[in-house]
Nanobody
Framework: QVQLAESGGGLVQAGGSLRLSCAASGRTFSTYDMGWYRQAPGKEREVVAIFRWGIGNTYYADSVKGRFTISRDNAKNTVFLQMNSLKPEDTAIYYC???????????WGQGTQVTVSS
């Protein structure tokens, strides 16, 4: 059974840091793009950061560039999101995602709550 398990969320003051982890199990994800998405109350889910497989380039949403860093450890089937200089608008449920374009295959974690107080 494939599972993505997020951890590391919590409550932090503005300006603080958190490190999210996503442990994948049930298959190897070395050929999957691994990413983080978030959904704030009343808003649609949006992409935060993606770490592509292969050449390993990364993508960041403009709102988090320079503050968040995504990394992955293929040997441990784990992806991380280091979040620094957190802002109240970063408050959301953060979801881990694994996606392969061909053949299409996609998995989601259950989410972890991140709350940033002002």
């Amino acid at each position: 059974q494939v599972q993505l398990a997020e951890s590391g969320g919590g409550l932090v003051q503005a300006g603080g840091s958190l490190r999210l982890s996503c442990a994948a199990s049930g298959r190897t994800f070395s050929t999957y793009d691994m990413g983080w998405y978030r959904q704030a109350p009343g808003k649609e889910r949006e992409v935060v950061a993606i770490f592509r497989w292969g050449i390993g380039n990364t993508y960041y949403a403009d709102s988090v560039k320079g503050r968040f860093t995504i990394s992955r450890d293929n040997a441990k089937n784990t992806v991380f999101l280091q979040m620094n200089s957190l802002k109240p608008e970063d408050t959301a449920i953060y979801y881990c995602n694994a996606r392969r374009t061909w053949p299409l295959s996609e998995y989601w974690g259950q989410g972890t709550q991140v709350t940033v107080s002002s």
